[in-house]
């Protein structure tokens, strides 16, 4: 039973060496240290506490606040061999006494359990009678009042502390900001526990911010040119934008599906099914969609809409791409999205204080929106974090904005909002400018201001660009009511005045170069016949996944599945060194692929 780390890790999950921070945090609990880990989506928390589960004697304990969540982590590993269950209020009658009795036997390796139903006198008892190998609290943060995810009975696992002194527990969770750490290791009683910290950076992820109505910024064309027949999250501001765009996205033949909160639970549940156990479908949702998703091939996350905020945009995106494969961030927005954004936040009864840091945070939403340095690096500093170098997977690092002097462009335009009396939004202030013939123009006799037909050097689309930095850098500020108009901010005047420069971002008008990238083929293989095969790959995946009412993901991730189109083994040795090949998959699956994987072979 002595089995070393490496040796499960191996055998059981197939993967040939612990990630750096995994080793040491396995190694901790294994000794029977406490430990409290803090890994990005996607990082490999989950082996932390499986892998001790499986070295230790005895059943471990993982505490998990979703449903959805255990179910996907008891089906997966299954498939690994592993015997895992889980207890929650959804069982049917009678198993989850049949679970507890496993426990007592001590024929289980890992149970997870809602916390509601860990703290119970009864289940508490019952786990004084089974040998324990830990205890894994998941979704640490759950703990803090101060995370959007509260949830009340986390407060009261210390309990586990008090009646189980001797059993290691370790904590875990993807948000990391100081206040909820240190909720944690108060109110989990961590004190003496190892805090183990990985870096934020997702690495995979390509991060891409692009203007509504600009170039390039069409949902569809971006799905049909990058990601066809591939899942993906496309978030929206409301529910009848959620719904509309899944229809017009499935026009164009896009497997996609809405997800919102005025949908009926029924069929939101088949919704989410769906997206996680088909192959490719796309969920258009508003935010009330994604926590506890564990599905590994997200190929995209897009925004509609800006976020609440940076926060909850890196966890938003954070949700592509756990498998380590290329992803892509996918963002669009508008002036009018900042100006709603504004009146949202001024018209709410919340406290000064409060408001002020919902403006500091709308702002370094913004400054990530309109940055022309790396995308990453300015993401990782709001983390607080440093990247020494430009990433090269942004879209600032693969087509670097050009940067301009401004500074007369922007006094133009201030003077020409200030001659209007501070009350228009930006398509009539370009009107102005440009010396356009409107109706309005000639209500208000707009053309007889010193800035009317003063800013001709520049297009429509360049002046909304001009308007949008304005309003991004605070010389410009969306007015309150809510239509967009603009005022002055506080420090225009240094500009007016001419003592403050102002470096502006030129977007891009000239067609981009393409990227090389086939229809849909960059998150996957570049030679086409590789591709092909890993096609074929999938789609045998999906039958076997189909067969047994699992995720096509439990069995295979793709990037074992792109090992395999790419290594193309012969036999079940060579199988076997593929990355995610256990045992008990190489059983169960090898044949299966194998076969597929000859037929592919012979001409
Ligand atoms: P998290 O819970 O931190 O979001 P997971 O535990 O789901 O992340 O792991 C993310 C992905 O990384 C999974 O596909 C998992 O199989 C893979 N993974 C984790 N550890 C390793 C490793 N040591 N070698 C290879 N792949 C790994
Ligand atoms: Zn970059």
Redesign the pocket.
């Known amino acids: 039973m002595a089995s070393t780390p490496l040796d499960v890790?191996r055998a059981v999950?197939g993967?040939?060496?612990?990630?750096p921070l995994?080793g040491d945090v396995v190694e901790h609990v294994v000794g029977g240290g406490d430990a409290l880990v803090l890994?990005?989506?996607?990082?490999?928390?989950?082996?932390c506490y499986q892998v001790p589960a499986l070295c230790r004697p005895g059943t471990a304990v993982v505490v998990s606040p979703l449903i959805a969540l255990m179910e996907d982590q008891v089906a997966a590993l299954r498939q690994y061999g592993v015997r895992a269950a889980a207890l929650h209020s959804g069982l049917p009658w009678g198993e989850a006494g049949a679970v507890e009795r496993q426990m007592r036997s001590g024929d289980l390796d890992l149970v997870y359990v809602a916390p509601e139903r860990l703290l119970t006198d009864a289940f508490l008892g019952h786990l004084k009678h089974c040998d324990l190998a830990l205890f894994a609290i998941d979704e640490a943060h759950c703990v803090s009042q101060w995370g959007h995810d509260f949830r009340p009975e986390y407060r009261r696992l210390t309990a586990l502390h008090e009646r189980f002194p001797r059993v290691p527990r370790i904590a875990l969770t993807?948000t990391a900001d100081g206040p909820t750490r240190r909720d944690i290791v108060e109110h989990l009683e961590l004190g003496d526990g190892r805090v183990f910290v990985a870096g934020f950076d997702r690495p995979n992820i390509r991060y891409r911010v692009l203007h509504k109505g600009g170039r390039g910024a069409d949902l569809a064309g971006f799905i049909e040119a990058e990601h066809v027949g591939q899942a993906g999250i496309v978030y929206c501001a409301t529910r009848a934008k959620a719904t509309d765009m899944a229809d017009r996205l499935a026009a164009r033949g896009v497997a996609a599906l809405p997800y919102h909160a005025g949908m009926a639970a029924t069929e939101r549940a088949r919704n989410q099914d769906r997206f996680i156990r088909d192959d490719g479908v796309v969920m258009v949702a508003t935010i009330a969609f994604g926590m506890g998703i564990?599905k590994?091939d997200v190929r995209f996350v897009a925004h509609l809409d800006l976020p609440a905020s940076l926060e909850a945009y890196y966890q938003e995106t954070g949700r592509a791409g756990?498998?380590?494969l290329a992803a892509d961030a996918w963002m669009t927005y508008g002036i009018a999205d900042v100006a709603k954004r504004h009146a949202h936040i001024e018209a709410s009864e919340a406290p000064d204080l409060q408001k002020r840091v919902e403006r500091q945070k709308l702002e370094a939403l913004l400054g990530y929106c309109e940055t022309t340095r790396c995308r990453r690096q300015v993401l990782l500093e709001y983390f607080g974090e440093t990247l020494a170098q430009p990433c090269g997977n942004c879209d600032t690092c693969l087509e670097p904005p050009q940067s301009f002097d401004g500074t007369e462009v922007a006094q133009k335009a201030l003077s020409c909002v200030y001659r209007t009396g501070q009350m228009f939004g930006a398509a009539h202030l370009i009107d102005v400018l440009l010396g356009g013939d409107t109706e309005r123009v000639r209500r208000f006799r707009h053309d007889r201001l010193s800035t009317y037909g003063i800013g001709t050097e520049l297009s429509r689309e360049e002046w909304r660009s001009v308007f949008r930095q304005l309003v991004a850098m605070g010389l410009l500020v969306v007015d309150m009511a809510g239509h967009g108009g603009l005022r002055l901010g506080p420090d225009c005047r240094d500009v007016l005045r001419g003592e403050r420069p102002v470096s502006l971002r030129r977007d891009p008008v000239a067609p981009k170069a393409a990227r090389k990238a086939k229809a849909g083929a960059r998150a996957t293989l570049d030679d086409p016949e590789d591709e092909a095969l890993f096609q074929v790959l999938r789609a045998r995946r999906l039958e076997l996944a189909r067969a047994q009412g699992v995720p096509p993901y439990v069995i295979f991730?793709d990037?074992t599945l792109v090992a395999m189109a790419k290594e193309r083994p012969r036999h079940r040795h060579e199988l076997a060194r593929l990355?995610?090949v256990g045992q008990a998959k190489l059983e169960r699956y090898g044949d299966d692929f194998l076969a597929v994987l000859a037929a592919a072979g012979d001409p």
């Open positions: 890790l999950f993967f040939e060496s612990f990630r995994q890994m990005p989506t996607g990082g490999g928390k989950s082996l993807a564990d590994p756990r498998d380590g991730h990037s990355p995610g």
